[in-house]
Nanobody, 116 residues
Framework: QVQLVESGGGWVQAGGSLRLSCAAS?????LGWHRQGPGKKERELVA????????YYADFVKGRFTISRDNAKNTLYLQMNSLKPEDTAMYYC????????????WGQGTPVTVSS
């Protein structure tokens, strides 16, 4: 069982920046950030990074967010710049093994609020 613990969420004004962190209990193939906005039923994938460094970004964060991981520390990061009110959401760290298509392990989430 992989344990994931997020930190770094908070309140920021539009145009500001935040950096999220996720500490994993072990190294795992793919780590990703998902978010669930207020009133939304489903979580959406924001960005992901594999153990080899391959990254994916959703169109709505390209050019503003940067995902990275430190394999030595088993830690995932999300640098969020130029934040918009629509980025307001609970942000979740998730992980999956190489043979899995869906994320199996989830953290408890960290809230991000962007005010206009």
């Amino acid at each position: 069982q992989v344990q994931l613990v997020e930190s770094g969420g908070g309140w920021v004004q539009a145009g500001g920046s935040l950096r999220l962190s996720c500490a994993a209990s072990e190294n795992i193939f793919s780590l990703g950030w998902h978010r669930q906005g207020p009133g939304k039923k489903e979580r959406e994938l924001v960005a992901s990074v594999s153990s080899s460094g391959s990254t994916y970004y959703a169109d709505f964060v390209k050019g503003r967010f940067t995902i990275s991981r430190d394999n030595a520390k088993n830690t995932l990061y999300l640098q969020m710049n130029s934040l918009k009110p629509e980025d307001t959401a609970m942000y979740y760290c998730a992980a999956r093994h190489i043979a899995e298509n869906e994320y199996r392990y989830w953290g408890q989430g960290t809230p991000v609020t962007v005010s206009s």
